[in-house]
Nanobody, 114 residues
Framework: QVQLVESGGGLVQPGGSLRLSCAAS????????MGWYRQTPGKQRELVAA???????NYVDFVKGRFTISRDNAKNTVYLQMISLKPEDTAVYYC????????WGKGTLVTVSS
């Protein structure tokens, strides 16, 4: 059974930082394409950052230079380091794994507010 468990969300002031974690079980993250998505009420879930099985990373324009996706193969965990957070980054952040199938975590809420 595949499980993706996100953690690290919370309330942070504008300009602050958070690191999200996605702990995986039932899959090996190093052979999957992994991604972080986010969703706000009334909007579609959108890709934020991704890392391929080969280690290539890509980011949507609005997070470039602020967010970094990484992977710890020993811990079977994917991270999203977020700095210079803005109120518009407020969302539920979801971890995604894709290979032959697609798997989602349940999400972690990030709130950026003063």
């Amino acid at each position: 059974q595949v499980q993706l468990v996100e953690s690290g969300g919370g309330l942070v002031q504008p300009g602050g930082s958070l690191r999200l974690s996605c702990a995986a079980s039932g899959i090996i993250v190093s052979i999957y394409d992994m991604g972080w998505y986010r969703q706000t009420p009334g909007k579609q879930r959108e890709l934020v950052a991704a890392i391929t099985s080969g280690g290539s990373t890509n980011y949507v324009d609005f997070v470039k230079g602020r967010f970094t996706i990484s992977r710890d193969n020993a811990k079977n965990t994917v991270y999203l380091q977020m700095i210079s957070l803005k109120p518009e980054d407020t969302a539920v952040y979801y971890c995604n794994a894709r290979r032959r199938g697609t798997y989602w975590g349940k999400g972690t809420l990030v709130t950026v507010s003063s």
